[in-house]
Structure formats: C-alpha cells, structure tokens
C-alpha cells in the first residue's frame, strides 16, 4: 500500500483551447521528472486529470489534501511549487487560482 503525503494533479485535457494545448503535458512531464530528481516519489504523487473546467486559466495544477488550485502554471514554477508549497508548506501566491479550491488564508 502506498501512502503519500501530497497528490498533484496536472490538466492535460485534450479539448480544443483546454490545458493540453497550453502545455499541460510536458508541465505533467516536467513535474514527474523533478519530482524524481529529487527523490521524492514516495512522497509526493504526480498524475494527470482531466477537464477542471479552468481551462481559461490553465494550465492548473491542484494539490491535495490541501485542496489547492493554481493556474498559468509553467515548467519555471514547478521549483517553487515543490519547495514552497510541497515540501514547505507555503501557497505560492502569485499562481494561486483564487476563483476555486479549498485554501486557507494564510498569515
């Protein structure tokens, strides 16, 4: 049984003007490939999803359990997102899809 202590779930939705064509995939690639450069595949969990009806605004990676939603996210991002927000607990603000998710406000 696996146990991880976060799930990233990168859009790679495949509709015209959705996240697949704004990089969804090789965003999924990209994080997948840190992710396991850095040795943490035990405990954080990258996968795809479909539709998040953000397309708008997409690429959008969420992050559960914390039930976080970003959006415009790029390959440059994925850096921050681990160490601030995966391993460090802090939203990164500037991408924070403040229109959905369950985040907390923070201090």
């Known amino acids: 049984m ?3 202590k976060k799930h990233v779930l990168v859009c790679t939705s495949e509709k015209p003007g959705h996240c697949a064509e704004k990089g969804g ?6 994080f997948r490939e840190e992710v396991a450069k850095r040795g943490l595949q035990n405990e954080i969990y990258v996968t795809k999803t479909g539709c998040t009806s953000q397309h708008h605004c997409g ?4 992050i559960y359990p914390d039930g976080v939603w970003y959006k415009l996210v790029t390959k440059e991002d994925i850096p921050e997102i681990i160490e601030s927000h995966l391993l460090g607990g802090k939203i990164v603000e500037r991408i924070l899809n403040r229109e959905i998710g369950l ?4 201090a």
């Open 2 to 4: 696996f146990s991880f």
């Open 25 to 30: 995939p090789e965003l999924l690639a990209a």
């Open 59 to 62: 690429p959008t990676v969420i």
């Open 103 to 106: 985040f907390r406000k923070q």
